[in-house]
């Protein structure tokens, strides 16, 4: 296993940080993140545990190091802020919202305000209401026809965290116009990620349209706040007859049945934020939440589709645990085997695989000095597809994930970040992401893979080019 001695050294024994080959004047490597960047990226581990690139003129410094990693995340947090090219494009787009506010006093206030809706028994709240929403939508697909997977995982996803977040009468357009704007917006930011940002400032279309969707954007999830506001003055009353209590589910708790989603929370602390925080907070937690969630269960059914004694496994464990009736919300907390196979996912296809840091001084990293004010890059991806960490990286092997073979490669799974700056929805992934592929499973006893194998493709995350899947019936 490839390790790193120190984590910083003294100045005598400092070494030059080695720069990775292929770098073109103007662009640097801008050329292999746009055509390669997965290839590229993880290859940067051959030249060492510190690699400089170039976006445009601007220096990076890749970090290929796990334990290096969890330096500039935990351990060193202070000298490494958030920050960096990446997150100045998405900042573009999310204002100051808890993913792209800087360190500091804010991002620990709106953190320490906005961990409640997060929190397990909050969510727990959510999941019926979550349940029925992925329910009607993963059984409204038709019979053995050709599915694009990572769009429907996109409206599914999407749809289950509008429903927990804003309540289960979510306006339908407001909807649809959100999955619109999205993916050519985030392909864009990412593109201009690394692009020189002289080329992002020119009069082009693209950074016109740009703009033009960033504004729409706002104009939509402020109509999503004030429809949230206008309905929590008339919530129904909390203990409304629900379907799944008379197929079997017998502890229904009444705020179960509660329209209001999470969002309330940050609402009905009003003089604690601003419309225009709250507008960024909504953007953020939103987009932080859709393609990553959608991603990881897109590549898991694909792998489904290659593995059906894994598909085997995960029916018979549901099948165990709601002997014949419908999935509730009781069941969720028992089904260790779907876990392990969702975070397989997440580990294999990253889903990030690019994110920034920048230093607050000069620092000693893995035994190289690191000036002031540079970026630093992490990935995800990089690190879960490590062969010194993860054997047989491209094997999806969902009994990694076993309890006892677990706990040496926990501490290279970086997907959820570490540190102060850690996702703050992990705990409400898992949920989501198991309500979706139990309610898939429950619908649709048969997938069947009808495109060529995807490709990996990057934007923020690491998705499927192309993924075409029939479920069927029998
Ligand atoms: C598979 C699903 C997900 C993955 C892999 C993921 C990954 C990540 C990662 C790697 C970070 C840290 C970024 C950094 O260190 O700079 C992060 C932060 C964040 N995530 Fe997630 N995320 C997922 C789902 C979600 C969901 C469902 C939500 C919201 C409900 C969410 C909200 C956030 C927010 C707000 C932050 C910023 C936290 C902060 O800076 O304090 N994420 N996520």
Redesign the pocket.
Known sequence: MRSVKAVTASPTTLAPVPTAPGGLPLIGHAHHLIRTPLPFITSLRDHGSVVRIRLGPTPAYVVTDPVLTRTV?VTEAAHFA?GGKIFDVLRGVFGDG??TVSDGDT?LRN?RLMQPM?NKAHIATRRTAMIDQARSMVGAWEEDQPLDVFSNMNDVTLAAFLVALFGTDFPANLQGEFTTLMPPLMKEAIRQAVLPSWVTRLPLPANRAHNRRIARLRAVIDQAIDHRSSRSASAPPANVHHPAEAAGCPHQAAAEHEQAGLFETLMAAEDQFTRQQLQDEAI??MN??IE??AT?LAWTLYELTRHPDIEQRLRAELAAVCDGRPLCQEDLDQFPYARQVLQEA?RKYG??WM?TRKTTRDIDLGGHRIPRGADIVWS?YLHQNDPAHFPEPATFDPDRWASGRAPSTRDSFF???DGR??????N??WV?MHIILATLLEAWPRLRLVSRPPRAETAITVKPDKLAIAFGTS
């Open positions: 995340l958030k808890l993913a991002h953190r997060f953020t937690l932080a939440a990553t969630t990881a997440v889903p990030a994110v995800p997907a959820f970040g700056r850690k996702c703050i929805g992990e409400f992934a989501e």
